[in-house]
């Protein structure tokens, strides 16, 4: 099995590599269109701003490329948020995927919001094997608004999307790669899709 990861500059790619190598999976890093067009699996990280983040995207022409992916697609934390239509930071556009916006938490909480949370209303194979109420590890200051592509939820003084998915394409606002054996079901669900 060819599982990638795009490499476009805005990724803890290296854990995310290591929690697939703990599978006995080489994950390849790349940003080459013909490499992520043949994959059997494509991971979308993002850590950073989702503007420069964006700029990147572009710069490669993967902005192009991603939304039209076939094979099952997994984005991580701001590489879900990029999937979106848009978000409030630095008023950037996504890549239309996911219906829905993407919005600051408000100054009434801690931003960012950092450290283990649980997800509930567990609704995709994603989780198969996962129990609602488990703990995930999450670093973010936007949030994904619910939205009919909703599979999971987390609470932080609101209930949004912690989970995602439409057609082939899921995202996740959390890190599976540092949450623990529920990560490591989550990464092993996603290669079995």
């Known amino acids: 099995?060819?599982?990638v990861i795009i490499d476009y500059g805005a990724g803890n790619i290296k854990s995310i590599q290591f929690?697939?190598?703990?599978l006995n999976i080489d994950a390849i890093l790349t940003n080459n269109p013909k490499e992520i067009l043949e994959a059997d699996k494509v991971v979308f990280p993002g850590v950073g701003e989702a503007?420069?983040?964006m700029d990147m995207l572009k710069e490669s022409g993967l902005d192009i490329i991603i939304p039209k992916l076939k094979q099952p697609v997994l984005g991580i934390c701001l590489g879900m948020q990029l999937l979106c239509n848009e978000t409030e930071e630095g008023s950037t556009r996504g890549l239309g995927v996911f219906n829905v916006s993407v919005k600051r938490f408000s100054n009434q909480v801690k931003v960012p919001q950092i450290g283990w949370n649980?997800?509930?209303n567990l609704?995709?194979?994603l989780f198969n094997g996962i129990?609602?109420?488990?703990?995930?590890?999450?670093?973010?200051?936007y949030y994904v608004e619910n939205c009919k592509e909703t599979i999971a939820t987390t609470n932080y003084s609101q209930i949004y999307s912690s989970a995602l998915q439409k057609d082939n394409f899921f995202g996740v606002q959390f890190h599976p790669e540092?949450?623990?054996?529920?990560?490591?079901?989550?990464?092993k669900n996603f290669l079995e899709l």
């Open 1 to 3: 099995m060819k599982v």
């Open 19 to 22: 929690a697939f190598k703990r």
């Open 51 to 53: 503007k420069s983040a």
């Open 118 to 120: 649980t997800i509930n």
């Open 123 to 125: 609704k995709s194979k």
């Open 131 to 141: 129990s609602e109420n488990e703990y995930m590890y999450l670093v973010h200051s």
């Open 178 to 187: 540092k949450s623990s054996y529920v990560g490591e079901q989550l990464l």
